[in-house]
């Protein structure tokens, strides 16, 4: 058994298609005028083709799995005997009987069944780090992982980690503590981000950080700016009122979003209390602890106190437990998902993110909306203002012909961009100048009525 982040069930076909080989190596080298032929079974095609196909030399750069690929390659491909390489048919024990099978058949299911078990009697347990394999002379690890593939992606994922743990010591960066930081499982939240378009990944680091274009920090460089909240117009809009905003209609779209979380943590094959648990602490918007809804089931109390150290704010900007990622990794092998764990993690973090952009969404449709948002109906106002003051003026100061500019609808402003309205105060403006303009031109002596038209 072996503890490993490329751990799967197409890694788990070539470690057994590895222990057969060395076991042939063993007898090989104790019976060295050996021959014959040795049959080798498998209910992968993808790993029996890898491993028939392996160079006589040097493996392929970046090849996933090479760690096991090497020991096959170097050691196990000159054996005195032929092996022949054969595909069986998986889980045919769901369909037939154990004794209607073939022995092919009956070994493979027994192994399944065996392999299940074992990884059933490490529930709770600690797994010990990853180990060398039989006959690999050389390990490099990056950190505590066995590098097992190409090392650009793992080089980089350990050097954006300890850049950011350092960054927990700077007095500047308002971010989480060294406690939360130990506890948020990072290979989720790398491989999400790095899968998601640019802007997606400013957002998420904008809003982690707290210096996205929320009032409070527009107002550090926008003298006069307002910092209220443009929704509930009482708290200071910070990243993390964006969150907690208490407006109805941001609390709706919230939970709205959270339920269709929901939906997909039903269709990704969650384990059950684990949606539950997840749902009810999401939908509580940080006034319920993770302890609370767990209560005293034993099982989950690392769970709860994992999730309770990380806080709300920070699990619904994708920053999930570790012990979420390991109580999940038991359900998959339990129930026979499609859906590995590492790929369930990291699609996680970007519908927790997604919630969390969706209140964005709202507050900006609030202040950027081209009808109703914050930004435009105080320019409305202004023109309001502006137009209500001009029809107060009466048609003093107006040509006769320019007067119809004075049969405006005020009420039409609320439905509207206010563009109309802006034009209209300007040809009143226009009209206004241009009169005052002829008639200071009609009083200055030695100028003809046919020079002062306009």
């Not at 005028?33 to 049959?39: P, S, V």
């Not at 490490?122 to 006959?135: E, T, Y």
């Not at 993690?345 to 970007?350: H, N, R, S």
């Not at 563009?419 to 040809?427: G, I, K, R």
């Amino acid at each position: 058994m072996e503890k490993s982040k490329d751990a799967c069930a197409y890694r788990g076909e070539l470690l057994g298609l590895l222990a057969i080989h060395l076991v042939l190596l063993a007898v090989n080298k104790l019976r060295p005028e050996l021959l014959g032929k040795a049959r080798i079974v498998s209910d992968c095609l993808g790993a029996l083709g890898r491993v028939v196909s392996l160079p006589a030399d040097r493996l392929p750069s970046g090849i996933r799995h090479s760690d096991i690929l090497k020991i096959l390659m170097v050691h196990c491909q000159s054996f005195t005997f032929e092996c022949i390489y054969e595909h069986v048919e998986a889980h045919q024990d769901e369909e037939k009987g154990y004794h209607e099978l073939s022995r092919e058949a009956q070994l493979n299911s027994c192994m399944d069944l065996d392999a299940k078990s074992e990884l059933w009697k490490l529930v709770g347990q600690d797994i010990p780090a990853q180990q060398p394999l039989p006959l690999e002379a050389v390990v490099v690890r990056i950190g505590k992982d066995k590098m097992t593939a190409g090392s650009e992606e793992s080089i980089v994922f350990w050097c954006n980690k300890a850049l950011a743990r350092r960054t927990l010591s700077d007095p500047k960066v308002k971010w989480i503590n060294e406690e939360q930081f130990d506890e948020i499982y990072w290979p989720a939240c790398y491989s999400a981000l790095t899968g998601t378009k640019r802007m997606f990944q400013i957002f998420a680091s904008k809003q982690t950080m707290g210096i996205a274009g929320c009032n409070d920090n527009l107002a550090y460089y926008t003298p006069g700016h307002d910092r209220k909240c443009p929704s509930c117009g009482v708290a200071i809009e910070t990243c993390a009122h964006v969150l907690a905003c208490e407006e109805s209609g941001r609390v709706d779209v919230l939970h709205k979003s959270i339920d269709l979380l929901d939906q997909w943590l039903r269709e990704s094959g969650t384990e059950t209390n684990l949606r539950r648990f997840l749902i009810q602490y999401a939908h509580g918007r940080g006034g319920k602890s993770m302890q609370e809804i767990v209560g005293f089931q034993l099982q989950y109390r690392r769970l709860a106190a994992s999730v309770d150290c990380i806080g709300w704010r920070r699990l619904m900007e994708g920053m999930i437990s570790r012990e979420l990622v390991e109580l999940q990794k038991y359900a998959v092998t339990g129930t026979g998902s499609r859906m590995s764990v590492e790929t369930w993690a990291k699609e996680l973090v970007i519908k927790l993110l997604e919630v969390t952009h969706g209140q964005w969404l709202y507050r900006n449709v609030v202040v950027h909306d081209r009808t109703a948002g914050d930004l435009v109906t105080r320019r409305k106002e202004e023109i309001r203002d502006a137009l209500e003051e001009q029809m107060e003026l009466g048609e003093e100061g107006l040509a006769e012909e320019d007067r119809f500019l004075l049969e405006i609808n005020l009420d039409e402003l609320d439905n509207s961009t206010g563009e109309d309205q802006t034009y209209w105060l300007l040809s009143l403006q226009a009209a206004r100048d241009a009169r005052l303009l002829q008639q200071q031109n009609n009083a200055a002596p030695g100028v003809n009525q046919s020079q002062s038209g306009i």
